[in-house]
């Protein structure tokens, strides 16, 4: 499997480390606990698209969001999980 890195291009899967859903959102601090118990602990075992994170670390160290289909491990996309700021060191 191959992942698109939107800065280094087409790497081996092996180059990346699965870093896990990326489709929860942190609640907010004064929130309740039950809600960051379920953001830090509840995931979905979805089939189909899905999000997740991925770091490039044997590249860029960059952070991923990578959509892949959990059925046929198609990869339609990658992007920067934020951008770059002017001057970062990649
Ligand atoms: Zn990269």
Redesign the pocket.
């Given at each position: 499997m191959r992942i698109p890195?939107p800065?280094?291009g087409s790497?081996d899967i092996g180059e990346f480390v699965y870093r896990g859903d990326a489709s929860p959102v942190r609640p907010a601090a004064d929130g309740a606990e039950a809600a960051m118990f379920a953001y830090v602990y509840l995931r979905d075992n979805p089939m189909g698209r899905h999000e997740e994170h991925w770091y490039?670390t044997q590249?860029?160290r960059?952070w991923l969001v990578v959509t892949r289909d959990t059925l046929t491990h198609e990869i339609p996309s990658a992007r920067l999980a934020a951008p770059l700021n002017a001057g970062d060191a990649v």
């Open positions: 890195c800065y280094c790497r490039h590249g860029c960059n």
